[in-house]
């Protein structure tokens, strides 16, 4: 992000002129900022174009337009525009849902003063107006990119966190020109006179090119260090006052942020792709259907007077040919998905397990649409303070003149994750030492008692912490954790550290009050190594030769980069050869990094290399990166809400990302990808059969089953099965996909969903179409009464056959279709004249039913067809058991014997096959409920930021704050 501003922003946003106190003679952008993905004019186009992107959607459409040409279309014109705008209906609607519950999380009623008609006014940040001189007081974010006038501080200083920024919780230090730092009353607000000549507005966070010209004075350069961003929060300083520069979209923060990326799942562009190589198919069948019809009309005459539908134009029947195939891709599965995935993101919402107590915040699905990504991702890129680590510290152990004191047996022995997670919750003022042995080596004199004092005594006063009071409370803020952890455990021992002036820090040591002078900041000690040793040196060259000789080829080597080396490694040049170092290496650590860095790691390998990527993060700086991955997890931490607000998911902690991919994703992945094979798999059973029937009925177009018993198939009949599958079926238990995480492999390498899997599917629904059509026609000589019943028996048979988790639910989905399916077919042979349609079924429950040859065919006939795959499943699961059926044997073992557990209460495994699983899974299985996790929501905001050539230098801060004089107010 640093860096000169280039004269490309520069010639895109022209420089502007900012008059004080008078009316501005350009026109700015106002103060309103949206976040939400779709607007009230966007919405239509950008979701029509998301949703035309989905080769189904695209394909309906035409098919819709099709069945508008007169005398084309045998199935109406309207059974395939209604179905595609009811699934375009309710997909709208869950958009809507999901953007307007995202856009109610990131929004928040703000308001801040401001100076008009000489009087400080509330007003909503929507109203603040470029050249407006605003007010913002301590814990207040700013409302817009802002030049300081003056402040509370000296000097015009003030500190401000910009987590919200760039993701950093140390307070940066700004300060005022020394021009405008007197400036502090009303009335002298309201005489100033001038204008800011400044660049346009850009995306440089940490550049600022202006001149501030004060009428009577000669101007003065305005940088960086002036300027004050909105989305920053003013730390340590009671208040300040500036000039707004930017306003809305204008802002820096607005300049860094990207509108949400329009992000489609891996399984939805396969799906894509099959469906486009299956309307090749179709097209194909429908080509030979039309060649047929014309060989057959030449050879049985033109006209043939009882087929209505009969055409001797060739276009016009491979148009009919096409609408009445089409239904070989489900329309159905586009809104069955969409209920699928919207069902399994609630499941994520409810999940007890990453619900967070102690801040009340639950995990959320922010989008339905990746929930099956989360079961492939390969490549995981983390931010790591307050991401990967919860940045807490706590002053638990020290060791004075050779004895150690606090002890904890616990860390003897090598924690896992779940031990963390149940650690009590932290406080700010947490300290976990306890050990009275210090305090009474001290009153008996103990011969270490000097050290002990003068150790707690350089804990107290060697820092940069900067006390606040509140009330009779003193809250500190540390340019650190690890430097308030040692200050606060020195207050719990008795030396309490109370206030700081220039020259001296005070603190009450033991009911005595100590003042301790500084030394002259020349006094340092300097520290200088050298090594000639030739046996270091050697043993270096041979490290460095090995290192060498594995990379380059998987190893499990770390890689670690600089942001300044980074910005070389990601050149055009050399980029190439950076990514095939880094993934022959077992993992990458990039330090001190711009927010567009992580964003291009990201998109390297995103690019490159053939494999789902996810990011997660807490701080705005991640932002880019979320957005850039596959999927993005954002985390509710220390640094604000703008991961959260930008992500695809939203946890509490990082710890619950474990089982957001091991148990949501791969179920989800599971779920979704059996649902669309099954969906595929029953249309393509029931609509070849219209492609055998069209070999016996002259390929005349005409459809083998009643008009509205093909249309209820996918809405009633087999709608059930789909659900079921997409929303409770699972192929372990969440223990198991837990203390298995190579089970995520399956997920993770696509085995359940791929291009062999897809067409396997298919080809096992020709066949089943081939036994479905031929056997009734030439056995038992009654295809079209009995067809159709042994269709929905056979498919619904088969969603028995896919289950692996049995519940209630199940049994409903596959027995009560077959039952619905009769009760139907009862009903409407029944319901003409009464009703005035279908009078051609009237009548022929009874036959059916009382049929022999129906009985005997409903046995035969779907035995027929799923013996294949009932043989198939037990093949494999005898001469080549994976380890999810190794797994599956186990849980249905334990299940047996009443078995809550896999292992027994010492933790040794039961058996043989357990103890090989065992070295597979964890060292430590999972806790079923976390009952407390480390807390994240810790009072922070530091006192002094660490970054290199600042404004004002860390000593220069130090030596200008004094807490025992009270602050400058403002009217």
């Not at 067409?759 to 030439?778: D, E, R, T, V």
């Not at 042979?829 to 009548?843: H, N, R, V």
């Amino acid at each position: 992000m640093s860096g000169a501003t280039s004269s490309a922003d520069l010639d895109e946003a022209p420089a502007r002129t900012i008059y004080l106190n008078q009316p501005q003679q350009s026109k700015f952008r106002d103060n309103w900022v949206s976040t939400a993905k779709y607007s009230v004019v966007t919405f239509l186009p950008r979701f029509l174009y998301e949703q035309i992107r989905k080769a189904a959607n695209a394909f309906f459409l035409f098919i819709a337009l099709l069945q508008q040409i007169p005398d084309v279309s045998p199935t109406g014109r309207y059974t395939t525009l209604v179905p595609l705008l009811f699934i375009l209906t309710v997909a709208g609607i869950k958009e809507i849902i999901e953007d307007y519950v995202s856009m109610i999380m990131g929004k928040a009623v703000l308001k801040t003063k401001f100076l008009r008609n000489g009087m400080w006014q509330n007003i909503m940040w929507k109203e603040v107006a470029v050249g407006d001189i605003v007010k913002v007081t301590n814990g207040q974010h700013l409302p817009a990119d802002m030049i300081i006038i003056s402040s509370s501080e000296p000097q015009a200083m003030c500190y401000i966190e910009t987590a919200n920024l760039d993701g950093e919780t140390n307070l940066k230090i700004r300060q005022g020109l020394s021009q405008t730092a007197s400036l502090q009353s009303r009335e002298e607000l309201m005489k100033v006179s001038g204008r800011i000549e400044c660049e346009g507005p850009n995306r440089h966070l940490y550049d600022f090119t202006g001149n501030l010209r004060l009428d009577g004075q000669s101007p003065v350069p305005v940088g960086p260090d002036q300027i004050l961003l909105r989305g920053a929060q003013l730390r340590n300083t009671q208040w300040v006052l500036g000039i707004v520069v930017y306003t809305g979209h204008d802002t820096k923060l607005m300049q860094n942020s990207t509108k949400a990326p329009l992000k489609r799942s891996n399984v939805e562009k396969v799906t894509n792709m099959q469906i486009l190589v299956l309307f090749c198919i179709l097209l194909v069948m429908a080509l030979v259907s039309s060649v047929g019809a014309l060989l057959w009309n030449r050879t049985h005459g033109e006209v043939v007077w009882y087929l209505e539908m009969l055409s001797v134009n060739f276009g016009y029947n491979l148009l009919t040919f096409i609408i009445l195939y089409n239904n070989l891709i489900p329309i159905s599965l586009l809104v069955t998905l969409e209920v699928v995935k919207f069902t399994q993101a609630l499941f994520i919402n409810w999940d007890i397990d990453m619900y967070y107590p102690e801040t009340d915040t639950p995990a959320m699905a922010r989008t339905s649409n990746l929930n099956e990504e989360l079961g492939q991702v390969k490549y995981l890129f983390s931010d790591k303070t307050g991401t990967l680590t919860c940045n807490i510290m706590n002053f638990k152990k020290c060791s004075i003149a050779g004895v150690t004191y606090g002890h904890f047996p616990e860390l003897e022995r090598e924690r896992s994750s779940e031990d963390f997670s149940q650690l009590p919750p932290s406080t700010s003022e947490s300290c976990e030492f306890d050990d009275p042995r210090l305090l009474q080596n001290i009153e008996n004199d103990h011969p270490t008692a000097v050290h002990i004092q003068e150790f707690l005594t350089l804990l107290a006063v060697c820092h940069t912490v900067v006390p606040e009071r509140q009330g009779n409370k003193i809250i500190y803020q540390a340019s650190s954790p690890d430097e308030g952890a040692l200050v606060k455990g020195a207050k719990k021992l008795g030396y309490v550290f109370t206030g700081r002036t220039p020259h001296s820090v005070i603190i009450d040591a033991v009911s005595s009050r100590c003042m301790w002078h500084r030394l002259p900041s020349s006094c340092r000690w300097h520290i200088s190594w050298k090594y000639d040793d030739p046996q270091t040196t050697s043993s270096l060259t041979q490290h460095c030769t090995n290192l060498g000789e594995s990379l380059g080829k998987e190893n499990d080597i770390a890689l670690i980069i600089d942001g300044h080396t980074l910005k070389y490694a990601l050149s055009f040049e050399v980029r190439q050869s950076f990514l095939d170092l880094a993934l022959s290496c077992k993992a990458v650590i990039c330090c001190r990094v711009s927010p567009l860095q992580k964003s291009e790691i990201v998109d390297m390998v995103k690019k490159h290399v053939n494999a789902i990527t996810l990011a997660i993060g807490d701080g705005a700086n991640d932002v880019g990166m979320i957005q850039t991955a596959h999927v993005g997890v954002g985390i509710s931490g220390n640094e604000g809400m703008q991961a959260t607000n930008c992500s695809d998911y939203a946890i509490a902690q990082f710890s619950y990302l474990e089982k957001l991919l091991l148990v949501h994703g791969a179920w989800s992945y599971n779920r979704v990808t059996k649902c669309i094979l099954y969906c595929f798999y029953k249309n393509v059973v029931l609509y070849i059969i219209e492609l055998w029937f069209a070999f016996v009925n002259g390929f005349s177009g005409q459809i083998l089953f009643e008009r509205w018993c093909i249309g209820l198939y996918n809405v009633i009949f087999t709608a059930l099965p789909p659900f079921t599958l997409g929303i409770f079926e699972r192929s372990c238990t969440q223990d198991s996909m837990l203390r298995f995480p190579q089970l995520y492999k399956i997920t993770q390498n696509a085995d359940g969903f791929n291009t062999r899997v897809f067409w396997g599917h298919c080809i096992n629904a020709l066949i089943h179409s081939i036994i479905l059509f031929w056997f009734p026609l030439k056995v038992l000589e009654c295809l079209f009464l009995f067809s159709l019943q042994y269709v929905v028996v056979t498919v619904c048979l088969k969603a028995g056959l896919e289950t692996t988790a049995w519940t209630r639910f199940s049994h409903l989905a596959v027995w009560g279709s077959m039952l619905l399916w009769l009760v139907f077919f009862g009903v409407y042979s029944a319901i003409w004249p009464t009703f005035p349609i279908a009078p051609d079924m009237l009548g022929q429950a009874g036959m059916v039913l009382r049929c022999g040859y129906f009985w005997f065919g409903l046995f035969l006939v779907p035995t027929a067809c799923l013996v294949k795959d009932v043989a198939w499943t037990a093949a494999k699961h005898t001469y080549h058991k994976t380890l999810l059926e190794q797994v599956q044997e186990l849980e249905t073992k334990t299940r047996e014997l009443g078995k809550a557990m896999l292992r027994d209460s010492n933790g040794k495994s039961v058996n043989e096959r357990d103890h090989l699983l065992k070295r597979l899974g964890r060292k430590t299985p999972p806790s079923l409920f976390r009952a407390h996790s480390v807390q994240q929501s810790v009072s922070h905001g530091y006192a002094f930021s660490q970054e290199e050539h600042g404004v004002v230098s860390q000593s220069q801060v130090v030596r200008s704050y004094d807490t025992t004089k009270r602050r400058a107010e403002i009217e």
